[in-house]
């Protein structure tokens, strides 16, 4: 029934062969779940590609429950899917991107492609954002400088985005709430692009899994996990390993879902009960326990640890240790590199003056406004913080200069692209090994 429709569209329209195909302007991609209408697209620096954005990879979750695949029936691939806005971001912290529209129906992937699509299908990149597992969505990331840096080498992107903070890492220690919300996302992402990456000219064969920071520590979960086996063929980790204190931290997770958890007024001591109560709480006072309690977001002046973070459980981890699941773990290619923005993002969490100072000029930029970013600009923001009395303006001044240098922004004042200030933020292809 697919190839007969295809056939058809083919006839009609005559242009690229399989389920990847256009009419003029509109790329199509036929997948068994719908068909995808994707839009094209030429970046600033003048790169084409095709843009799938939006793109459900599981059903809307259901709170502290693992996600649901598709429904696929006979006709499904009938059904047609607008790929081209944007989805909300899933519910996190605030700060650091005030103006992010979430929501609990978050579970979105976006596709980037070449246009010209070949005969030979082409290696996949999934890159996994990071956020200390409590923020971060995949617009954010945009698509400008996936497309000039990878669509460009004809390698297929696709960003993702998974459950955050309580709805990603809320877990009892009875695991009747199990936890680990965001890596079942993840890994029903991986079994999507698996299974129909082809259908967008990808290599299922090749896929490389890669994200920074929290979607660093990911793609080490990921790779213990016996669920990936596979899934994938190689990996990148930038900044980020389980073996970090903050990667798999049980206890602390257990701990603070129950703090949370009766805050919200559901301290029932059967845990089943208490879930039962959890899922009817309204989102938004998980958040409003934080300020009632008086805590924030992470854990203060601690680089090293994480409220939310995933806990050995015995369905994703299968109730091993790190040791015995790094042992067991398919031996894959794989890349170790930190990322210069590292300290960029390390600098939220902090009360340093100085740092702090930076996170928050780099919130006063969204992506809608990401453009109007300049050095000047981002000096003026700066400098506007630095409202320490210990600070002249002199002080201030080289301050501000430092923090430059130190994050190398410091083409600085020499910057004339506005997006530079932005492609900050993704940029990996500085990593170091
Ligand atoms: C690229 O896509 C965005 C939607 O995300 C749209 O706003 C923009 O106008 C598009 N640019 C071009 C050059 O088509
Ligand atoms: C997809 O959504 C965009 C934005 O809402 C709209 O402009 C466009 O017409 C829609 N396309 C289809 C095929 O529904
Ligand atoms: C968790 O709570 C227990 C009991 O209150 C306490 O002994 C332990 O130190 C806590 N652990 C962490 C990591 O917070
Ligand atoms: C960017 O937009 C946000 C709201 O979306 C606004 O709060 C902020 O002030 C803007 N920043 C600049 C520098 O215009
Ligand atoms: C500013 O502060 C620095 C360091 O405290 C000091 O050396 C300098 O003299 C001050 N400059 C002015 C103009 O007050
Ligand atoms: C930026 O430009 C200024 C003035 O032209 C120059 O002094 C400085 O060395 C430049 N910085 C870099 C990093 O090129």
Redesign the pocket.
Known sequence: MKWILQCLMLLCFGDVALSHFQIPGVPIVVLPEYTAYGIKNVTRKGTEAFLYLGLPYVKPPVRFEKPEPLTVTPLSFLKPKNATQWKPACHQVVDVYPSAITSEDCLYLNIFTPTKVGLKNLPVFVFIHGGGYSYGYTQAYGYEYFVDNFISQNIIMVTLQYRLAHFGFFATRDHVINGNFAHFDQLEALKYIKRNIKAFGGDPNKITLSGHSAGSTSTHALSLSPKTKDLYNQEIHIAGSNYALWGIASEMVFNHSELIGTQVGCAQANTLERKKCLQKVDYKKFWEARVELGLPDFVPDKFDMLYWTSNFDNDFFGGKTLDELQAAAPKRRAMYGVDFGEGLLESIITDNPITNVFSKSRGAYTYENRTLANAEKIRGVLLQMLTDP??????ENVIVDRIFAYYNIGIGANATDPLHYWYKLTEVRHTHT
């Open positions: 210990k600070f002249n303006s002199t002080t």
